[in-house]
């Protein structure tokens, strides 16, 4: 096996570009940073709805995604939150393989299930853009607004008549993502309804003396009699405030430790929970990396959830070794022995053409740096190997399995007759995808025996004799299995993910 000197080049070149890896978001950033032992404090025990996106620090969609992902946690502050967890992180691995995380950036929004800690986690596949983002998280903020009118007021005011209320009069229609917020701040202890402006509604608005709108209204001993007008901005952080002379806001995320909460209704107790609020989001926005105190209000997140600009490549020269480029297939025999016998196990194969052009030399750049990677981590992995147009052997495969004329990379099992090839590569119509975050996903997939797989035509393997031929029933159900053999590292919390996924390696994403 030899390396050839153009190769390595090309590889370096593009590795240059390639930045540290290091969490793609700062200390000061909006986006709470997550991990595998702050997440359910954080996310799945909050009454808020959240966004998370599990990254890779190298990965170059997760980079181009970066400022709008910025961006929506500007947007969505005090109404969602919005996470992140590096899943390159050693530490956080197990616990984005739960969390079915197959490829980068994944992004799920968790909203409150109806058990405290057990939340619903659907993906999010809508466009990576700002606003697409805070329209969706938005749209599933739990919404503990009760609507209101007339008919309604009385049972509303009746029912726990000793739990403290508060009153939106609204000219729109529609609940606030702001509204919706400030229930869930008050859950457990504030009671929110909104009423609307509107004819039929004449009643309620006479009761309370309500001719402007908005108008926010606190009824702090839940009774009708007592009812105080908030004349501040319509924002949240300081309708907060207001409120908590009635009760004090949840905490989220929760204190660790239990600390008795304030369920008085007078006000003495009242000022002090303010006073504890207030100093409990200061200390919280430091220790979580929440900035506490949010101010958007319903209209301005509308109009500043734009489309995101498009990312700056990045401009930071990053300190990187290359990784050494993988091996080449020299000779034919050399072909057959690793990948190409009727034992050999799965092999990717990067076929190159004799005057390889950049798509080509980013591939193998790419396969490098993966190959490299896993090394690094001690993790096995299928062999890498480069094709050369000049091995007798790559003229019978591009043939045998009717691949194109620049670059393909494929995998192959000699053992198990199947091949499957990266997508697009060759196809001069689509573009092909050759960075190393579409190589990566596509190797984990086979990795995770997923995706369908081509059976090798005849007489590309050659045969051996005393073994007995496998028929294609079975040909195809081992494939799995058997690979799962040569490259498991699973760990055991990885195995608890999903019945179906039991006998699949897992071991990295
Ligand atoms: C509040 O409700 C309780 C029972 O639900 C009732 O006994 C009490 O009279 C009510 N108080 C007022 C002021 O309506
Ligand atoms: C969630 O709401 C409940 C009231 O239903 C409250 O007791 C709890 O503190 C809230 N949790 C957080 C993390 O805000």
Redesign the pocket.
């Given at each position: 096996m030899v390396h050839t000197q153009a190769l390595a080049v090309a590889a370096a070149a593009l590795l240059a570009a390639l930045p540290v890896n290091a969490g793609l978001y700062p200390k000061s950033s909006k986006v709470i940073q997550l991990d595998s032992k702050n997440y359910d404090r954080l996310i799945a025990q909050s009454n808020y709805t959240s966004i998370v996106e599990f990254y890779a620090p190298w990965c170059g969609h997760c980079k181009n995604l970066q400022p709008a992902y910025e961006k929506a946690a500007a947007n969505l502050q005090g109404l969602a939150k919005v996470a992140a967890i590096d899943c390159d992180e050693e530490s956080n691995k197990p616990f984005c393989g739960q969390m079915g995380v197959q490829g980068f950036p994944t992004l799920k929004i968790v909203k409150p299930g109806k058990t405290p800690g057990r939340p619903i986690v659907e993906p999010y596949e809508g466009p990576r853009t700002a606003k697409g983002i805070v329209d969706a998280v938005i749209d599933k903020i739990p919404n503990l607004v009760k609507r209101v009118d007339d008919k309604t007021l009385e049972a509303w005011l009746?029912e726990s008549?000793?739990t403290a209320k508060a009153i939106l009069f609204s000219d729109k229609g529609k609940t606030s993502a702001l509204l919706k917020a400030i229930a869930i701040d008050f859950k457990g202890s504030i009671n929110v309804a909104q009423i609307r402006n509107t004819d039929k509604e004449k009643a309620s608005l006479e009761l309370f003396g309500i001719s402007k709108f908005p108008t926010l209204l606190l009824l702090p001993g839940g009774?009708e009699a007592e009812g105080i007008v908030y004349d501040g901005e319509m924002k949240k952080e300081p309708m907060v405030k207001f409120l908590t002379q009635a009760a004090e806001p949840n905490q989220d995320p929760a204190p660790a430790k239990v600390k008795v909460k304030s369920k008085s209704k007078d006000s003495k107790k009242a000022s002090k929970a303010k006073a504890e609020f207030e100093a409990s989001s200061k200390s919280q926005a430091s220790k979580e990396g929440e900035t506490g105190g949010p101010a958007a209000t319903d209209e301005t997140i509308v109009e500043e959830a734009t489309e995101s600009p498009q990312p700056e490549v990045e401009a930071e020269k990053p300190v990187v070794l290359p990784a050494p480029p993988i091996p080449i297939l020299a000779t034919e025999a050399e072909l057959e022995t690793e990948c190409l016998g009727p034992r050999t196990g799965t092999c990717i194969l990067a076929l190159l053409p004799s005057s390889p052009d950049e798509v080509a030399a980013a591939a193998v750049g790419a396969l490098s740096e993966i190959a490299h990677k896993h090394k690094q981590h001690a993790r096995k992995l299928f062999p890498f190997y480069v094709l050369a147009e000049a091995n007798a052997g790559y003229g019978k495969i591009k043939n045998a399995l009717s691949l194109g004329s620049s670059i393909e990379v494929i995998a192959i099992n000699g053992r198990r007759g199947w091949w499957k090839k990266l997508p697009g590569a060759a196809d001069k119509v689509v573009e092909a995808d050759v960075s190393e975050e579409a190589i990566e996903n596509w190797v984990d997939a086979i990795r995770l025996g997923e995706g369908a797989k081509k059976k090798l035509p005849e007489g590309l393997i050659p045969e051996e004799p005393e073994e007995p031929v496998v028929g294609e029933e079975q040909a195809q159900e081992p494939i799995v299995a058997e690979d799962a053999k040569e490259t498991e590292t699973v760990t055991v919390e990885e195995v608890k993910v999903e019945e179906t996924k039991v006998a699949e390696p897992h071991d990295e994403l």
């Open positions: 009746a008549n000793e009774k």
